[in-house]
């Protein structure tokens, strides 16, 4: 017959094997947090540096489009930079549950946290798509004709800005739902 001994004061994963798959959960939270700071950074930077100089017949006129002209890009910018500055400010907790199981509380706040994060995110993101699509398609109702045909580079810019920010709303879902999983678990 084998007994387990523990001295006073140490822990084995062997005598508490919920903790390491809460500490897995807390590796794979940090991991998805990373990776949505650097997703809403890249955004950010793609469609804060979007601008392009077209002239039209002949170099008589100039078409000049740039984020800033438009003021659901300039909260797209805003959305991303805020998402992006919580989500590395938020990473030292996120790795202190890493290393140590902690409490209900600082789970439960950076849940509330990153759920407002998503609404942020998401709502920049579906504001510029808006635009996005008008750029590309156009709205003939109200006799707003495509301008992608002239300005290719800033609706690639963008138009990969938005895939970049709705991937990292995405890994924002995948953030609460593994806080949700470590807090269930504790």
Request: aromatic share 10%.
């Given at each position: 017959m084998k007994t387990l001994?523990?001295?006073?004061?140490?822990?084995?994963?062997?005598?508490?094997?919920?903790?390491?798959?809460?500490?897995?959960?807390?590796?794979l939270e940090f991991t998805l947090r990373f990776l949505?700071?650097?997703?809403?950074?890249?955004s950010a930077m793609a469609m804060g540096t979007a601008e392009e100089v077209v002239p039209l017949l002949s170099q008589s006129i100039i078409l000049n489009a740039k984020f800033s002209d438009l003021p659901?890009?300039?909260?797209?910018?805003?959305?991303?930079?805020?998402?992006?500055?919580?989500?590395?400010?938020?990473?030292?907790?996120?790795?202190?549950?890493?290393?140590k199981r902690a409490d209900k509380n600082s789970r439960l706040l950076l849940v509330t946290l990153d759920t407002a994060m998503l609404a942020l995110v998401t709502a920049g993101a579906s504001a510029?798509?808006?635009?996005?699509?008008?750029a590309h398609e156009g709205?003939?109702?109200a006799n707003w004709s495509p301008i992608c045909q002239?300005?290719?580079s800033f609706c690639e810019s963008t138009s990969g800005s938005l895939i970049g920010s709705f991937v990292s709303a995405f890994v924002l879902m995948l953030i609460i739902i593994s806080s949700a999983i470590s807090i269930s678990r504790s």
């Open positions: 001994s523990l001295e006073s004061g140490e822990t084995s994963h062997e005598a508490h094997p919920e903790n390491s798959k809460i500490n897995g959960v807390a590796i949505a700071a650097g997703g809403t950074l890249a659901m890009f300039t909260f797209f910018v805003i959305a991303n930079s805020v998402a992006c500055a919580y989500l590395v400010l938020s990473l030292p907790l996120s790795f202190y549950h890493v290393i510029a798509a808006s635009i996005v699509y008008l709205n003939s109702d002239q300005l290719d």
